[in-house]
């Protein structure tokens, strides 16, 4: 499968199983969404399970939290990451706080899903990476897949979950890949890192779309006899901790790659988290291979701005030798 196959198929069994599964948002019913992930369901389970909404992520949301608060488990698409703003008012004011403020008498166990990053020469507000800005919120939890097989084992446990899960779909790997992935139900445990490389020089952290330019990097890395831990954090909010600080302890030095804009960004949390746990095994300092600072180029400038698996080696090779 590739990972618009296996997110469909994820969306397929809850559906089936699960008659509070709701699906909506923008086109996501007759179209099957801008880039086809829910195409087939409205056929299959009808429009009362699977339905448009109007242009309105605010409205989107808002009525999310509404449907929970009655037994619903509604699973909702933002068209692309950065047309979330506009309902970013019902996540941080309704969603991640209605356990707390009904003191547990009523949760909001949904799923946002939003397709997000660069690298497919999109136009304004399509190309975003700000996850950050949702990990840093109480009462969210931040989900990233960066394989078909970890899509579909990710998302079922975000539906299940009673927890508000932001489940960031990066676009530009949506047909890039296809792994062998299971055709019966699975699931994956929310919050877990995984190690795909095992290394003792430099521990390399990335997730989403950067886990395949990571993966060059470490294949150019071992050319030079550099050997690279490479960790897929999949999880952003809640993070992994023991992974990343038992891999550092071992290797000593830190890498950390992400899309999204350096400053208060994922890597930046890494770093304090390596700081407070493995600080005395650090043998170099932590380096962040990042976005830059500044809105995402428009197509004929975007290549300036997306991490390339040379830039990585770089820096993996300049930590190796500090």
């Known amino acids: 499968m590739n990972l618009v196959t296996a997110i469909n198929q994820a969306i397929d069994i809850k559906l089936s199983e699960d008659p509070n599964v709701v699906v909506f948002g923008e086109d996501v019913g007759v179209e099957g969404g801008v880039f086809r992930v829910t195409e087939g369901l409205q056929q299959k389970y009808g429009e009362a399970r699977v339905f448009d909404s109007p242009l309105a992520e605010s409205a989107i949301i808002g009525t999310a939290v509404g449907m929970c608060m009655n037994g619903l488990r509604p699973v909702v698409e933002m068209q692309f990451s950065g047309f979330a703003y506009p309902g970013f008012n019902q996540m941080i004011s309704h969603a991640a706080r209605m356990r707390n403020r009904t003191r547990g008498r009523y949760t909001t166990p949904m799923v946002i899903r939003m397709p997000y990053g660069g690298g497919i020469n999109a136009l304004e507000h399509h190309s975003e990476s700000m996850e950050a800005l949702y990990g840093h919120i109480p009462g969210l939890k931040v989900v990233i897949p960066s394989t078909p097989y970890d899509a ?167 930590t190796a030798r500090f």
Do not use: C, W
């Open 152 to 318: 579909k084992g990710l998302l079922i446990s975000a539906i299940e979950s009673d927890d508000t899960i932001i489940f960031m779909e990066p676009k530009r790997i949506y047909r890039a890949i296809k792994q062998e992935v299971p055709e019966e139900k699975f699931s994956i445990e929310i919050g877990k890192a995984k190690v795909l490389n095992a290394g003792t020089d430099v521990t390399l952290v990335a997730y989403g779309a950067m886990v395949r330019e990571a993966q060059k990097a470490v294949a150019l890395a071992k050319k030079e006899n550099v050997s690279v831990e490479l960790i897929d954090l999949r999880t952003i909010y809640p993070i992994d901790r023991e992974t990343i600080v038992n891999s550092v302890k071992k290797t000593g030095r830190l890498v950390v790659v992400h899309e999204g804009p350096t400053t208060f960004g994922v890597a930046a949390e890494l770093t304090a988290i390596v700081n407070e746990d493995s600080f005395l095994s650090l043998e170099a300092p932590v380096k962040r291979v990042t976005g830059f600072d500044t809105i995402v180029p428009l197509p004929r400038g975007e290549h300036h701005y997306i991490i390339t698996p040379e830039r990585i080696h770089f820096e993996l090779m300049k």
